[in-house]
């Protein structure tokens, strides 16, 4: 994938589950949206420091958004409800 590519995301996530926003390695991207079905947290992290940011308990979406992240810090999104919800996400590559 080329700068300036959409980069996006849609899955079905497990109840406890996350959704891993992370890009291969030496990629950064800009994640713009982040849209679920159901309540959720979302977490910065670096896979051993979890920072829990955010939080909403319904369906929803965080919009026109700006979280920098690249294959050592990235973003993941908990699905916190009792039963599997949709989870997606969107984004442009930036390196």
């Known amino acids: 994938m080329a700068v300036g590519d959409v980069k996006s995301g849609i899955s079905q996530v497990n ?3 996350y959704l891993t926003i992370q890009p291969g390695a030496g990629e950064e ?3 713009h949206n982040l849209y679920y079905a159901d309540q959720v947290e979302m977490y910065f ?3 051993a420091n979890d920072i829990l940011f955010d939080s909403d308990s319904s369906a ?3 919009l026109g958004a700006c979280f920098h992240v690249n294959n050592g810090r990235y973003l993941k999104v908990k699905n916190t409800s009792s039963s599997a919800k949709v989870i997606g996400y969107d984004g442009i590559q930036t390196k």
Request: hydrophobic fraction near 50%; glycine fraction near 24%; avoid cysteine.
């Open 45 to 47: 992290t670096d896979g």
């Open 29 to 31: 991207w800009v994640i």
């Open 15 to 17: 109840a406890a589950g």
């Open 60 to 62: 929803g979406a965080r």
